[in-house]
């Protein structure tokens, strides 16, 4: 069976059974990941009136506080892809809603399309090389060598404050497949460039900056035009940076976006949307015949980091089967607080996104998914 790529505001459906999926079992499935919801509250602020992003990392004041938007979260929703066709969907999946920390997973996708367009030379280039001069933010002896592959890995131990956030509020932050805070640990000296991963949400913010540099252009424009609407994507996402992430990109005004939802900001996007993105993923970024994004960066972007062996381009690696042990090794995930879960499975040409579920049952979920396939 071919894979079929969906035309806009459609989706092809296939009966379980013809996809060779019990549907029983698959069934079953879609019921634990219903019964098994966040317990995220739906405002997202906790009953003491701090904002759920900062909460689960123990954020200490002042940066204790959203900076961007922050909307109500949606219901526990998802659906399940077999070779691009829908066989499973549960909850409303066409309400655009916020993402958190999948949103990284898009960060790097883009900087492929960067290096495609010859608008990046290498990854292992310095990005102080890309800066315009009015951006100093890599000419300390600290950040200078750092290169675009440890910024998209997360070992780039870049210091310094963006945004008015120190990297240091995001030191030795604990990060595997679960929402976990960050270890009893004080600020640490820096390590050099490459030899450290740490789940580092001011980091990201930072490459995202980086791109802004490079495209000279809004990422979400950059991101609309050369991945979403190819791919058929609704009008209906959107992706926001701070109130102070604004700065002046040849002269226009820019918003520089977040890469998560931490400090609010961030993706907001439907699991439909997501599911488009995951079956160019799990394509190796053609859709319907057409390249957006090299297979050289793809298989790039799956390649495990010497600091992490679960951790690639911005998209988390199931190295050895250590992060779900219940998916094959070869997966790919983006992942967000909360949790979201979009799973590419390039193995059984199988793209799950499941939102909004307890973090400690994803593997069952997984797993319950796998025991359906035949």
Same mark, same amino acid.
């Given at each position: 069976m071919t894979t079929r790529f969906?035309?806009?505001? /459609?989706?092809? &459906?296939? @009966? #379980? @059974? *013809?996809?060779?999926?019990?549907a029983p079992l698959l069934q079953e499935a879609v019921e634990f990941a219903k019964a098994n919801e966040s317990d995220w509250p739906h405002s997202l602020f906790l009953s003491d009136g701090r904002y759920v992003g900062n909460a689960y990392v123990e954020d200490q004041p002042p940066h204790d506080k959203p900076l961007g938007v922050v909307r109500p979260r949606g219901?526990? =929703? +998802?659906?399940?892809? &077999? &070779? +691009?066709q829908l066989v499973a969907e549960w909850g /409303?999946? $066409?309400?655009? *809603?916020?993402?958190?920390?999948?949103?990284?997973?898009?960060l790097g996708l883009l900087a492929g399309i960067a290096l495609d367009e010859g608008l990046i030379d290498s990854v292992d280039d310095p990005v102080a090389r890309y800066m315009p001069p009015e951006d100093t933010g890599f000419s300390s002896d600290q950040n200078r060598p750092i290169t675009w592959r440890h910024l998209l890995q997360q070992t780039s131990e870049?210091?310094?404050?963006?945004? +008015?956030?120190? *990297?240091?509020v995001d030191h030795n932050r604990r990060f595997g497949s679960g929402d976990n805070p960050r270890l009893p640990a004080s600020?640490?000296?820096?390590?050099?460039? +490459?030899? &450290?991963? @740490?789940? =580092?949400d001011v980091r990201v913010n930072r490459l995202s900056l980086s791109l802004l540099h490079v495209f000279r252009e809004p990422l979400p424009d950059v991101l609309r035009k050369r991945l979403m609407d190819p791919i058929g994507a609704s009008r209906g996402w959107e992706w926001h940076g701070y109130a102070n992430s604004v700065i002046a990109v040849q002269g226009r005004p820019m918003v520089s976006v977040s890469g998560g939802g931490h400090w609010g900001g961030g993706l907001f996007i439907s699991t439909r949307d997501h599911a488009r993105v995951g079956l160019l993923v799990q394509n190796q970024g053609q859709w319907n015949g057409r390249k957006l994004i090299s297979k050289d960066w793809m298989e790039a972007l799956a390649q495990p980091a010497a600091a992490n062996p679960l951790y690639g381009f911005l998209w988390w690696l199931n190295t050895a089967r @250590?992060?779900? #042990?219940?998916?094959?090794?070869?997966?790919?995930?983006?992942i967000g607080g909360g949790h979201h879960l979009v799973? $590419? /499975?390039?193995?059984?040409?199988?793209v799950m996104v499941a939102r909004w579920v307890a973090q400690p049952k994803c593997d069952e979920l997984v797993a319950r998914v796998m025991q359906s396939l035949r």
């Open positions: 969906p035309p806009p505001d /459609d989706w092809p &459906r296939l @009966e #379980p @059974e *013809d996809a060779g999926i019990s219901s526990a =929703n +998802g659906l399940i892809l &077999r &070779r +691009g /409303d999946t $066409v309400r655009p *809603d916020t993402t958190f920390s999948a949103a990284k997973s898009y870049w210091r310094g404050t963006l945004w +008015g956030i120190p *990297d240091s600020i640490r000296d820096p390590e050099p460039p +490459g030899t &450290r991963w @740490e789940y =580092n @250590e992060l779900y #042990p219940s998916a094959p090794a070869s997966s790919l995930f983006a799973w $590419v /499975d390039l193995e059984h040409e199988l």
